[in-house]
């Protein structure tokens, strides 16, 4: 990941940091962790950077592509981002040191986002019709490094499918997923994010092409059982893509967005004020952006601590602070 540098000056500015280039141009540079081109995270993640760089003093955010929430929470925890999407059980796995993350990194809860919904894709013409269908099949789990990876390993487990033997496995980002299942070189894919998420949208709208979502939601008791209560049965409505005429089940994971946990309380504060006093700027970049409320914060949908300058924001709204 690309670090912005201030010409001619040695010294990088980090988050809450004062430093001497800070001290003479007088703007704190704030990194974005986001996602790949094809999801939500990363219009998203653009549409705040544009809102904070815009509203809070002294603020430069700029958003960033990246493979999405494990990518995000090893860029903070090596210090190379000063904010990133995730989602809550990645979020869990790095605060905890486990899975993919050899050692616990100290973040804390910035904001409680909206939900992230599992997507389990293919077309017609596959034979897949169901999830035990997708033993012997090719199937893409997502980018490598990705949130989607692991909660689709999860959701395979839950259906009794072994992702490193069931499966010609195939670990590709949404885009290329989309890609590969129009070129015919998958059968199916996951993807965990917002409704609608434009890579899907594409391929709902591709001529011959007829996309099928297919029912999943029953997965989630078992995720519950061995992964803990992060994991919850939905749904996804009826021609929330073209041509998918059936409401189907599915699991949803809430999305978090994070910071180190030494973040200046005073910044943090402002952006969490400014994030939920400009959400209508957000909801024009995307509709998922709504969920962006108070009532979504103190439900347990994080599982990490949040961070006291969001703390304090939620307190001045009178919400209720566990």
Do not use: C
């Amino acid at each position: 990941m690309k670090r912005i540098a201030v010409a001619a000056l040695a010294a990088m500015v980090t988050f809450g940091i004062a430093s001497s280039v800070q001290a003479q141009d007088k703007r704190t540079r704030i990194s974005i962790g986001t996602g790949g081109t094809g999801g939500v995270y990363y219009p998203l993640g653009g549409g705040i950077a544009s809102v904070l760089s815009k509203h809070v003093p002294g603020v430069d955010a700029t958003a960033e592509v990246t493979a999405g929430s494990v990518a995000n929470l090893q860029l903070l925890g090596s210090g190379k981002s000063e904010m990133g999407f995730t989602m809550a059980d990645s979020a869990w796995d790095a605060y905890n040191g486990l899975d993919k993350f050899k050692d616990k990194v100290p973040l804390r809860t910035l904001v409680v986002f909206y939900p992230n919904r599992m997507h389990v894709v293919t077309v017609e013409g596959t034979g897949v019709n169901k999830m035990t269908d997708l033993k012997g099949k090719r199937v893409s789990t997502g980018a490598p490094v990705s949130g989607t990876e692991v909660m689709s390993n999860r959701l395979l487990e839950a259906f009794g499918i072994d992702a490193a033997k069931d499966i010609t496995r195939e670990r590709l980002s949404v885009a290329e997923s989309v890609n590969a299942i129009k070129d015919g070189k998958i059968d199916a894919f996951t993807w965990v994010g917002g409704v609608p998420t434009p890579a899907i949208t594409d391929l709902a709208a591709t001529p011959g092409k007829k996309i099928k979502l297919i029912d999943h939601g029953d997965g989630a008791e078992g995720m519950r059982k061995k992964y803990g209560p992060i994991y919850v049965k939905n749904r996804v409505l009826a021609n929330a893509y073209p041509g998918e005429t059936r409401e189907t089940s599915n699991v949803d994971v809430w999305n978090l967005l994070v910071v180190p946990a030494n973040a200046d309380e005073k910044l943090v504060y402002e952006i969490t004020k400014t994030l939920f006093e400009k959400k209508d700027e957000l909801v024009k970049v995307h509709k998922d952006a709504m969920f962006l409320e108070m009532g979504n914060q103190m439900t347990g949908a994080s599982p990490i601590p949040f961070h006291p300058g969001a703390l304090k924001y939620f307190k001045e709204k009178g919400l209720t602070v566990q």
